[in-house]
């Protein structure tokens, strides 16, 4: 299938020609007819798989007739952080350069006054984090009864994030008859329950979690001493051909003080984190993109959703707690059918959070062992006596169950079966070191600059950063 089936404008049509698109995204396929015949969405996609574009795209057609008013926008995109926000203007910048389409964003970071001059004027649409939406409805500069289409983006991050109540609150400001494109990359209960209040027979549109992206991304575990991790990371650094990587930390702190000690080892790297201003974090991505600094030190919100392409290691410093964040770390590399590597860290205090990971993907990450600087070889997992996974576990039980009188497995026997998938460890040196990554550039899915990111950014006075909504 391409574009041009799925109903959408000429002038759309040149605009993703030139951003170098060929084929819809299924997403896209199967969400673009839907949204232009009015029906509300439950999306259910992850960033990387052109979900944005499955309703910015459409969107900007169905914007095309009518006039915004002073102080009503005509659409609303709720986003849970800034930097995803900007990401959606920055689509409409690009798929909307045929259309005159006039937008404001209301991000925590951004001048208050400056947006609110916008708003007064008109604007069709109008992209939002939850908290600064509301500060600007409270202090009266805007109106939201004229709002026919609502986004509500990564829903389940709104959720994690704590945003619900104040979705639940512009959602009961607008008008009964929108029409409202609800999209979240899982769907655990409270969501689905969010989903059936917002939505009035909605399409379901699924597309698999990419999974694929793992396909493209080499995997692996080490298992360290908490006091070795910075150690057994700077090995790793050294040894692999590392072009340029992100590092995840659970905790902000954990964030700028790896970032420090990696610098004070000499590495070229820079840390990303909610807490920093606005301005900074962009700066920040902006020389990494740039290949000005090597390795960015970051937090899940910071880096949730952040197109950066090209990243040839993802290193997992802390586990992440949520099983999902895995998947959206490791989707950072492997990007657009390039190889990408994934290394994580885990300690024995990591198990709960690993076999629940492992438990997603169905399989375990292979381990590797790892010199560290001072030739001390951290213990394979099976002789550190990490526990079998659940699914380990259950498959114990279950022998156990069906072996009778015979069946009181022996701890040592446990131990030898843990042992047999210690042993496919490989070394750091063998296949994992291999980089086959191809240095062509590639089109979508990841090569694109946002605008965004070019653009200066307004400083924030004490009035406008109080709705800071990034929290991580
Ligand atoms: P998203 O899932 O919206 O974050 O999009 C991820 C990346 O896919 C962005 O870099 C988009 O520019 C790119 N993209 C979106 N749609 C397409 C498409 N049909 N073909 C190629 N790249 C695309």
């Known amino acids: 299938m391409d574009f041009s089936s799925l109903g959408l404008s000429s002038q759309l049509l040149r605009s993703i020609s030139d951003a170098g698109y060929q084929q819809p995204t299924p997403i896209q396929e199967k969400a673009i007819p839907e949204v232009l015949n009015r029906k509300d969405i439950l999306g259910i996609a992850q960033t990387g798989t052109g979900k944005t574009a499955s309703f910015t795209l459409p969107m900007i057609d169905m914007l095309a007739a009518?006039?915004?008013?002073?102080?009503?926008?005509?659409?609303?995109?709720l986003e849970p952080t800034r930097e995803l926000a900007a990401q959606v203007a920055d689509n409409f910048d690009t798929y909307g350069k045929y259309h005159?389409?006039?937008?404001?964003?209301?991000?925590?970071?951004?001048?208050?006054?400056?947006?609110a001059k916008l708003i007064d004027r008109g604007v069709d649409v109008l992209i939002a984090t939850p908290g600064r939406l509301l500060d600007h409805f409270e202090r009266g500069k805007l109106m939201l009864h004229g709002v026919e289409i609502l986004v509500i983006d990564e829903a389940d991050r709104m959720l994690d994030m704590g945003f619900i109540p104040d979705v639940e609150k512009i959602c009961s400001l607008l008008p009964i008859t929108r029409q409202t494109l609800f999209f979240s990359a899982t769907m655990p209960g409270e969501i689905g329950q969010l989903a059936d209040?917002?939505?009035?027979?909605?399409?379901?549109?699924e597309v698999a979690r990419p999974a694929s992206a793992a396909e493209t991304v080499k995997q692996a575990l080490v298992q360290v001493p908490s006091r070795e991790k910075r150690k057994v990371l700077r090995t790793l650094l050294s040894e692999q051909k590392v072009a340029?990587?992100?590092i995840f930390c659970n905790r902000k702190r954990e964030v700028d003080t790896l970032n420090e000690s990696l610098k004070r080892h000499g590495f070229s790297s820079a840390a990303l984190h909610g807490d920093m201003e606005q301005r900074h974090r962009l700066e920040v991505l902006e020389n990494f993109k740039a290949n000005n600094v090597q390795l960015l030190v970051a937090s899940d919100v910071a880096a949730r959703g952040l197109d950066i392409p090209s990243v040839s290691h993802v290193f997992n410093f802390d586990v992440p707690v949520n099983?999902?964040?895995?998947?959206?770390?490791?989707?950072?590399t492997g990007r657009a059918g390039r190889e990408g590597h994934a290394f994580m860290l885990a300690t024995d205090k990591d198990d709960k959070y690993l076999d629940a990971i492992e438990k997603m993907l169905g399989s375990e990450i292979p381990k590797i062992t790892v010199d560290g600087p001072g030739g001390k070889r951290p213990q394979p997992a099976a002789a550190k006596g990490r526990r079998p996974t659940r699914a380990a576990r259950k498959v114990e039980d279950d022998?156990?169950?069906?072996?009778?009188?015979?069946g009181a497995t022996s701890v040592a026997e446990k131990g030898s079966r843990v042992a047999e998938k210690g042993s496919r460890n490989q070394a750091v040196t063998g296949t994992a070191?291999?980089?086959?990554?191809?240095d062509t550039p590639v089109v979508g899915m990841g090569d694109h600059v946002p605008a965004f990111m070019l653009r200066p950014v307004v400083r924030t006075n004490k009035t406008g950063s109080a709705a800071n909504n990034d929290i991580d």
């Not at 009518?66 to 995109?77: C, S, V």
């Not at 070191?433 to 191809?438: E, F, I, N, S, V």
């Open 66 to 77: 009518g006039r915004a008013k002073a102080r009503m926008p005509r659409t609303l995109i």
């Open 399 to 406: 022998n156990r169950n069906t072996r009778g009188s015979d």
């Open 323 to 332: 099983s999902d964040d895995y998947i959206h770390r490791i989707g950072r």
């Open 433 to 438: 070191k291999k980089d086959h990554r191809q």
């Open 244 to 246: 340029n990587a992100i």
């Open 100 to 115: 005159k389409l006039s937008m404001a964003l209301l991000i925590g970071g951004v001048s208050f006054n400056e947006q």
């Open 197 to 205: 209040r917002f939505l009035h027979l909605p399409v379901r549109v």
